[in-house]
C-alpha cells in the first residue's frame, strides 16, 4: 500500500495527485510488465510477485495499472 501526494508533468501542465498504489499480489502472475513501465523503477518481482521497492519516488502516474494485464495493480485517490 502506498500513500504519496506529489506533483506531475502532464501534458504541459502541472497537476496535484493524491492517491495510493494498491497491489492485489494474490491476481499477479510475475510476468514483470509493470515493473519495465515503471518510469521511476519503484517496482521489483520477488518470488514471482510484485512488490514496491521505494514508494517515496512513486508519481502516480498509473503506467503499472494500464500494463497490467492481470490487473493486480489499482490507483486510487483519496476519496475512493
Known amino acids: 500500500l502506498l500513500h504519496n501526494t506529489v506533483a506531475i508533468e502532464k501534458c504541459g501542465e502541472q497537476i496535484l495527485k493524491n492517491g495510493k498504489v494498491i497491489l492485489n499480489t494474490s491476481w499477479c502472475k510475475g510476468c514483470g510488465i509493470c515493473v519495465e513501465y515503471c518510469p521511476k523503477?519503484?517496482?521489483k518481482l520477488e518470488q514471482n510477485v510484485i512488490s514496491i521497492e521505494d514508494q517515496d519516488k512513486c508519481i502516480l502516474c498509473g503506467l503499472c495499472e494500464l500494463r497490467c494485464p492481470d490487473y493486480a495493480i489499482h490507483i486510487s485517490k483519496?476519496?475512493?
Request: no cysteine; glycine share 0%; aromatic share 0%.
Open 41 to 43: 523503477n519503484i517496482l
Open 78 to 80: 483519496d476519496n475512493e
